[in-house]
């Protein structure tokens, strides 16, 4: 790897937001492709995203790792958009109604930002309704919900049925999380999938895509 997206890629694994921006910058100016300097950022993440599973990272670790390469991608959207690289996937994400946790899901987000998904984030307390108009919208690949609360995790499962009643249940992946979410209860609510953290949320993603 040349010398400054090694640079670029010690910079979001040290989640260093100044450098990973600065290091942005010069690939760019220097000539690199905004998919190669993009590759090097989501190959960065994806090491995060082990260290994490490995337990060599926690949630602040993987949380600055993200922002880092947030502050990237704002620099290198646009040079995207003209290199017409398509998104990997497309995704909506909320916090289920009733529900203002959002540390979870912000990471969720930006992790899968960080694997090259199109993310659209509803924020929090979001409702059926809102969660249908968006897909109504952006026609996304994937809905995904958060839920913190033991009660409000049961909008989840009124989500799922407000969008069969809504008729677009069957245009999207269903994929659920928080801490109080079981596999077991994404089964019995008839999601698509579950995971327990933001690294195997990716995962899983991608595996649904196929
Ligand atoms: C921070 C926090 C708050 C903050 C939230 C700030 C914010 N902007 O999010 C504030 C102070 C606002 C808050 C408020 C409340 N909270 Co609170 N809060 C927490 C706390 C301490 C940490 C949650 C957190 O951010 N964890 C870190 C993140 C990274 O983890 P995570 O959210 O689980 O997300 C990971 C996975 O679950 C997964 N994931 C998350 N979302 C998704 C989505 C998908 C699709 C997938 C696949 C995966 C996935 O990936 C994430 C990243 O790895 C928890 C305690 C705890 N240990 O969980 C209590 C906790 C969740 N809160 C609790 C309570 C009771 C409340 C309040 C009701 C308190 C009150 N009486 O007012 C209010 C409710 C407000 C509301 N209406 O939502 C209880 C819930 C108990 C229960 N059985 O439901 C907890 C468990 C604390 C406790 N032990 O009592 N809270």
Redesign the pocket.
């Known amino acids: 790897m040349q010398g400054d997206l090694q640079e670029l890629y010690i910079a979001i694994l040290e989640g260093q937001r100044d450098e990973a921006k600065e290091c942005v910058e010069t690939a760019l100016r220097e000539g690199v492709p905004p998919g190669e300097v993009l590759d090097v950022m989501v190959n960065a993440m994806g090491e995060v995203g082990q260290l994490?599973e490995e337990g060599e990272y926690f949630?602040p670790e993987?949380l600055i790792a993200a922002r880092a390469m947030k502050t990237g991608m704002e620099i290198l959207k646009p040079e995207l958009v003209g290199a017409d690289i398509q998104p990997v996937g497309k995704i909506i994400?909320g916090?289920v109604k009733?529900?203002?946790?959002?540390?979870?899901?912000n990471?969720?987000c930006m992790m899968l930002e960080g694997a090259g998904f199109y993310v659209v984030d509803l924020g929090?307390?979001v409702s059926p309704e809102a969660f249908i108009a968006a897909i109504e919208e952006h026609e996304p690949d994937f809905v995904?919900?958060?839920?913190?609360?033991?009660?409000?995790m049961p909008n989840m499962g009124t989500t799922i049925e407000a969008l069969k009643a809504a008729g677009v249940r069957d245009s999207v992946k269903v994929?659920?999380?928080?801490?109080?979410?079981t596999q077991r209860y994404a089964d019995k609510i008839e999601a698509d999938?579950?995971?327990?953290?933001?690294?195997?949320?990716v995962k899983?993603a991608k595996a649904l895509m196929g």
């Open positions: 994490f949630v993987m994400a916090t009733g529900d203002l946790h959002d540390i979870g899901k990471l969720v929090t307390d995904a919900m958060s839920a913190l609360l033991t009660t409000t994929l659920v999380g928080g801490a109080p979410i999938g579950y995971a327990p953290d933001a690294s195997q949320t899983l």
